[in-house]
């Protein structure tokens, strides 16, 4: 992400990016979205999903850090995994699975938007945790705009 110089400019139609921003470091987040931006083409979209803060420091804040936020295939999925990175991964060695950085829906909304993306929606998962955002590298209407973001974000 940080280098797609393999990618020609304008080359790619769509970016689908799940649960891999919040791996690089915040001051390299508009490297990579730079490069997103860099290697769509003009009518080109991303789409975007990474841990919601906001829901998940709400659960830190009943004191619910090492309770079960969901179940996943790999077992329970607490705060403290979201926030850091899951940690029996971790554990085994897999130290690329940490976290270095994390967004709301407005702080990732606005780093879209400062790295140029034109026209974005965006949507908060509860029973995920997690955000999702289509954005644009040209404007559309607000209609084009929320077609495309129900036919490409989650329910």
């Known amino acids: 992400m940080l280098d797609m110089a393999a990618v020609a400019d304008s ?8 649960h891999n921003i919040e791996h690089v470091h915040a001051h390299e987040v508009p490297k990579v979205l730079a490069e997103f ?13 990474c841990p919601d803060l906001q829901q998940v420091c709400a659960l830190v804040a009943e004191d619910k850090l090492t309770d079960a936020a969901y179940q996943s295939p790999a077992g329970p999925i ?11 991964a971790l554990a085994d060695g897999h130290h690329y699975m940490a976290h270095h950085c994390g967004f709301t829906l407005k702080t990732l909304t606005q780093a879209l938007h400062t790295a140029g993306f034109t026209t974005s929606a965006g949507k908060r998962r509860a029973r995920g945790y997690d955000l999702w955002v289509v954005a644009t590298k040209t404007a559309i209407s607000e ?4 077609n495309l973001a129900q036919a490409v974000l989650p329910p």
């Not at 607490?78 to 029996?88: K, N, R």
């Open 37 to 49: 931006l860099r290697v769509l083409k003009p009518e080109g979209f991303l789409v975007v999903t």
């Open 78 to 88: 607490t705060p403290l995994d979201i926030l850091y990175g899951h940690g029996s």
């Open 143 to 146: 209609e084009d705009l929320r």
């Open 11 to 18: 080359n790619v139609d769509a970016i689908y990016s799940v």
